[in-house]
């Protein structure tokens, strides 16, 4: 397992406007990612160092939206008012995965500006709806130099996350492949006063460390 991505919930003044603020804290440019036509929702993506990256997610006025747990959590956070939602791993074989859970991935799309369409197959985002310190889990269905990581040269570092749960809950969900995805960042395990999830991450920038 791999720490995949970062997904990020548009704040209630939309996209361009949460865009817009974190690129003046990361000094960076977010690029436009596409849509998500099964989920009805937007992103904009921020590569990143070592095959990661961020999105920045935005849900649209579409049925699917309404249908599909990933849409459904987008626009719960972003009436909660924005901000940290969920994180991805990415596996090579979705076989153990798809047994621990007891369900079948299911297929994810996005179409990029340039007309590439991005394919993968993902689980896990119900689980992550309900208890957001679990990840939802992507088994990539692309060249590896279509990865929207590979979308520019980037010289951001993800280096540490602060996360409401425990190891404990991660491992008896996924198995210790999951906590171990981990362990090339920095992560603090805090106990949730609230809802458990991701409560801060920091980004080693050229301008220093930015926590957000």
């Known amino acids: 397992m791999h720490l995949d991505h970062l997904s990020f919930a548009a704040g209630p003044d939309g996209l361009a406007a949460t865009i817009a603020d974190l690129e003046a804290q990361l000094g960076a440019t977010f690029l436009d990612g596409g849509a998500h036509p099964r989920f009805g929702t937007r992103n904009m993506i921020l590569p990143l160092r070592n095959r990661q990256y961020l999105e920045v997610v935005e849900v649209l006025d579409h049925p699917a939206a ?5 849409g459904q959590v987008v626009r719960e956070r972003t009436e909660a008012g924005g901000g940290w939602m969920a994180w991805c791993v990415s596996v090579d074989d979705m076989t153990e995965v798809e047994r621990r859970i007891g369900r079948h991935a299911v ?11 991005l394919q993968w197959r993902q689980i896990g985002t119900s689980s992550m709806k309900v208890d957001p310190q679990l990840p939802y889990v992507t088994k990539w269905e692309i060249e590896e130099s279509e990865h929207p990581s590979q979308m ?7 280096v540490a996350v602060q996360m409401a749960g425990s ?3 991660l491992s008896d969900w996924l198995g210790e492949p999951a906590v171990t995805a981990l362990e090339q960042i920095a992560v603090e395990w805090v106990a949730p006063n609230a809802q458990p999830g991701i409560m801060s991450v920091t980004f080693r920038t050229g301008a220093g ?4």
Request: hydrophobic share 30%; charged share 35%.
């Open 107 to 117: 297929p994810g799309n996005r179409r990029r500006p340039d007309g590439f369409n």
């Open 152 to 158: 520019a040269e980037s010289d951001i570092h993800l």
């Open 66 to 70: 309404d249908k599909a747990a990933f």
């Open 167 to 169: 190891p404990e809950r």
């Open 209 to 212: 460390d930015v926590t957000i």
